[in-house]
Structure formats: C-alpha cells, structure tokens
C-alpha cells in the first residue's frame, strides 16, 4: 500500500512540472526569436558585449545609457550631441528610423525596421542580455 501511495504522489508533480517544461521551450524560443532577429539586423556592425566595438558602438546595456556615450568608440557629430539616455521606446523609434531620431547618425546604410513585432523582438533581447550580464557580473 505504501508503494502504490509513493507511486501516485510521484505522479502529482507531473503537470507542474510539464507546464513549466512548456513555458521554459516558449521562454527560449522567444529569446532566440530575439537574437535570431538582433543577428539578422544588427549584429553585422554590434555585439552587446562590453567594449567590444565593431563597425559600430557596443550595445551593452544600452538601455538607460546616454547616447552617443561608449568612450572608446568614435560617433557621428551627431550622436555625439544627441542629449537623451536610451530607453526602449527611443530604442523603439530609433530601430523603426535612425535619422528620424538623430538626423546626420551615420548608420548607412540600414534604414530601419518597419515591423513594430520584430523591432519589439530586438529590444527584448537587449534587455535580457544585459539583465544576463549584470548577473554574471554580480556573482563573479
């Protein structure tokens, strides 16, 4: 008797623990929905990794940083002056049309994201990448 009940008890943790199966396939399918559409996008001149700049700026934890303020990078006059700190919606706009948000930036020659889904993808993992790499940063 007491076998059948350890044998059942076992069984009780079973839809728990496939939901959150399920909901950590959707969580990484959305996370490489993000970085596949970063890549395709962005990634031929930024990475997010720290100091490491590229055709363009390094784009670690961009979000909440000031434009135009990767010290060991050289940005277009403009940039250079843009006087606002990145959040997700200039991100938003900027991704959307760059010379829109700081006209004479000199990212030719990308022109923009129309879709608003794929520009919110990208954003997303920005936002994951440096939430990942202060946690990194904060046990090491």
Not at 71 to 93: C, K, Q
Request: charged share 25%.
């Amino acid at each position: 008797m007491e076998d059948r009940m350890r044998s059942s008890h076992s069984w009780l943790g079973l839809p728990l623990t496939t939901a959150s199966v399920l909901l950590a396939i959707a969580a990484t399918a959305q996370d490489d929905a993000g970085q596949l559409m970063f890549n395709n996008a962005c990634r031929t001149c930024h990475v997010v990794k720290e100091g490491d700049n590229r055709l363009g700026p390094n784009l670690y934890r961009i979000i909440g940083r000031l434009a135009g303020s990767v010290g060991s990078y050289d940005y277009s006059s403009a940039l250079d002056n843009a006087d606002f700190v990145w959040d997700e919606e200039t991100l938003d706009r900027f991704i959307a049309d760059p010379d829109q948000v700081v006209p004479g930036n000199n990212m030719k020659p990308f022109a923009g994201i129309s879709s608003k889904e794929e520009r919110a993808k990208i954003i997303a993992f920005l936002r994951r990448e440096a939430a990942n790499r202060k946690a990194v940063g904060s046990t090491l």
